[in-house]
């Protein structure tokens, strides 16, 4: 799209703006008193009181509001502009975008004329007009801003209208009321302001002076009160429905368009209103140079140092980013919507709508983050839900850390704190406490986990525990899309809509597929909390840059070390075995392995038996029939189109062995469980890997004691490294008391 962009002087301070809607520009800087109010004076238009006849009495300020967007202690406020430079009514949205957030102000600027402003945004746009020119095949060809586009406006006092058109030339508005044009001869072409009656403009050669005709002294906007009062009312309503919320363009309309139709098709005013009130920004979906939000960036890189994306950071900052998931943008095509050859677009978030460069995105300014309290700390979080002390001892640590004051640093970002919990620990219990004493104090959580399923598991547990709070669930396909609840519910590629918008964020699984090691999901996590909010990491198995820094003392943590029956993890045991190529090549199972798996039938456990290969599934089950006739067996994968209906009939026992790939290393919970890993020593599986699939068994309290086999034909690094750290949790929890019940 394009937008118009304008600069302005007000208060012997310059800024740059871009504008969807000039005219609420114009009524803004160019009708308001020294507070930066607007006033309303009854149906004779909205200006600045500058009358000697003219009344204060009963006006309202347009810069109040009050909604989840932005309160009235968060509006910007304004004082009316000295100068008013239009420098395009129809800029490319990243370009105009681009000049505001590089925009420097110069000394003498008050005096520039059209010329002085088209040398300041060539050498401003030299990049792109030059990369336009190239893109249609005019290489050489010097780039050059359209002169007569700029308009100037300035307010002088004491100006002298005969000398002005004789300087320049006249223009008189009509009478009649509303909106009327305005046609400038001082070089700029033609260009139109919606001006009240009895207004005068007068154009020069170095710009417009304004002034009232009559004895009120009153100039401003053709506006009535009615008209800005309801404009107002638009803004507060779409602040009500965006905050939180970072939309394109197109999404933002299919919200109106389901939940505030009315406004569907004006709310371009409404928006542009809030954005100069401060309660909601404007972007260009992409942006160059990178935005500032890389600190996200940087932390996800510090988490996964391996991903080249890292590399040649002063070179490829240079490049356009998305601001909606971080990732650099590598397409370019001809747009229609901007006229440009070469508009930049991003491919890593394409699946959610084309974010490029001339694409609107609509971001609302985030609230002060509520805290949470630490209420009465472990006893009462144990009384309250059922927690067992090494839960409510985490608990109570994370409460503590929830009521601290925020603790800033250079890079504004949400505080942090890591839930190291086991395997069967039962996670999801521990936050609990934390929802309820974000959500008592007024504030919005965010419970999120990379799978869909995981959501739809944790909806009724948390609609049991919080039956009053509003929700959402939000996941691929969900019907609730624009739902909105103080506590929402959703996968984490949802949250590449939110910004800004939650006092607490909880990333359940950090090390699971997709978030791990997709730095675009980590910066999407980031930017939906508030900069003053608190993110809480809940893992069994959390990336090693996060264990070094809980291990430093850099990372505020608690470990939970022990599951909620009391009872030590199972230890894997190591069987040698050949690998399941060759298994299936010979067309036989090991003795060894026929035998491990016959202790656990005869015990009556269900057997996880995890491959590396879905290719692998079909050969191994003819194998294992061949082996145990009469049992029922079955494989699935991510691949199988019945894996819901055989992972349930795993649950009720009518499957006894279930062939699987990791799809199924966390996240379901089967009474009387064994596990056997084949290929154990394959580069697919890594030690995190290994530590979810061993944390399927013995994680019923009627079964604490269930088995697991690592076979391979090698001892690998990541089976050494998981069964460590599985021996370390034991030990750890047997120290602090948390194992009484071994051996039974």
């Not at 799209?1 to 160019?30: C, H, I, P, T």
């Not at 704190?417 to 521990?430: P, Q």
């Not at 996968?491 to 699971?512: C, K, N, P, S």
């Not at 599934?617 to 003819?622: M, N, Q, S």
Request: hydrophobic share 40%.
């Amino acid at each position: 799209m394009r937008a118009a962009v304008y600069a302005v002087e007000s208060s012997g301070q310059w800024e740059l703006w871009v504008s969807l809607e000039l005219e609420v520009d114009r009524l803004w800087w160019l009708g308001g008193d020294d507070s930066g109010n607007v006033r309303m004076n009854g149906s004779e238009g909205v200006g600045w009181d500058g009358s000697r006849n003219g009344t204060r009495g009963g006006s309202k300020a347009l810069n109040r509001g009050d909604s989840r967007g932005g309160r009235a202690d968060k509006v910007r406020k304004r004082s009316p502009a000295e100068t008013m430079v239009i420098l395009s009514s129809g800029l490319p949205l990243g370009w105009a975008v681009k000049l505001r957030s590089g925009f420097r102000p110069r000394g003498g600027m008050k005096s520039w004329a059209s010329a002085e402003w088209a040398a300041y945004i060539d050498g401003s746009l030299a990049n792109e007009l030059k990369e336009e020119h190239e893109a249609r095949g005019e290489a050489g060809k010097p780039g050059k801003w359209p002169v007569d586009e700029i308009a100037v406006w300035r307010r002088e006092a004491g100006w002298d209208e005969d000398k002005a058109a004789r300087e320049g030339a006249r223009s008189q508005i009509a009478g009649g009321g509303g909106e009327v044009g305005l046609k400038g001869v001082d070089g700029s072409g033609e260009w139109g302001v919606g001006i009240g009656n009895g207004i005068q403009m007068v154009v020069g050669d170095r710009g417009a002076g304004l002034r009232a005709e009559g004895g009120s002294g009153e100039w401003g906007m053709g506006m009535g009160a009615a008209a800005l009062q309801e404009l107002q009312r638009s803004a507060d309503a779409l602040l009500g429905l965006f905050g939180g919320r970072s939309l394109l363009q197109p999404e933002a309309e299919a919200l109106l368009a389901e939940r505030l139709p009315g406004l569907a098709g004006r709310w371009r005013g409404a928006a542009q209103l809030a954005q100069l009130q401060g309660r909601l920004t404007l972007d260009a979906a992409l942006s160059a140079p990178a935005p500032a939000a890389p600190g996200a960036l940087r932390r996800a890189a510090a988490l996964l140092p391996h991903l080249p994306w890292r590399g040649a950071a002063a070179h490829r900052a240079l490049r356009p980013r998305c601001l909606r998931c971080g990732s650099e943008a590598t397409g370019r095509t001809a747009c229609a919507a901007c006229g440009l050859q070469g508009c930049a677009y991003c491919e890593a978030c394409l699946a959610l709508g084309r974010s490029r460069a001339c694409a609107l995105l609509l971001r609302s300014a985030a609230l002060p983050a509520v805290r949470g309290t630490a209420g009465g700390g472990p006893t009462v979080a144990a009384r309250r839900w059922g927690l067992s002390a090494a839960q409510a001892g985490a608990a109570g640590a994370a409460l503590a850390f929830l009521a601290e004051p925020a603790r800033r640093s250079a890079a504004s970002c949400p505080e942090r704190f890591l839930l190291w919990a086991v395997t069967g620990a039962g996670k999801t219990e521990m936050i609990f406490p934390l929802l309820e004493s974000v959500l008592a104090a007024g504030g919005r959580a965010l419970v999120a986990t990379p799978r869909r399923d995981v959501v739809l598991e944790l909806v009724p547990r948390l609609a049991k525990a919080f039956p009053a709070v509003s929700r959402a669930v939000l996941y691929g396909g969900s019907a609730e899309r624009w739902a909105d609840g103080q506590l929402t519910l959703a996968t984490t590629h949802q949250l590449l809509r939110f910004h800004q918008g939650f006092d607490l964020v909880i990333i359940d699984e950090l090390d699971a597929y997709p978030y791990h090691n997709d730095p675009m999901l980590a910066y999407a996590a980031e930017q939906a909390c508030k900069p003053d909010g608190c993110f809480i990491y809940l893992s069994a198995t959390p990336p090693a840059q996060l264990q070094r820094e809980a291990r430093r003392g850099k990372l505020a943590h608690a470990r939970v070390p022990v599951r909620f029956h009391g009872h030590p993890l199972p230890v894997p045991q190591h069987l040698v075995m050949e690998s399941v190529q060759q298994c299936l090549k010979h067309g036989r199972l090991p003795r060894k392995l026929v035998q491990v798996l016959q202790r656990s039938l005869d015990r009556e456990a269900q057997i996880f038996l995890f491959v590396s290969r879905i290719a692998h599934i079909e050969g191994l089950l003819k194998l294992l029939r061949h082996c145990f006739p009469g049992r029922s067996i079955e494989g699935t994968s991510s691949q199988d189109a019945e894996r819901a209906e055989k992972v349930s009939a795993f649950r009720n026992r009518d499957i006894s062995l279930l062939v699987t790939t990791t799809i199924l290393e966390r996240g379901v919970t089967v009474p009387r469980s064994d596990v056997i890993i084949l290929d154990a020593d394959s580069s697919l599986f890594d030690e995190a890997s290994l530590v979810q699939m061993a944390g399927r068994a013995g994680r019923s309290k009627e079964d604490p004691a269930g088995h697991v086999v690592f076979a391979s034909a090698q001892w690998s690094r990541a089976q050494r490294g998981a069964i460590a750290q599985i021996r370390t949790m034991n030990g750890i929890a047997r120290r602090q008391g948390y194992i009484h019940k071994e051996g039974l």
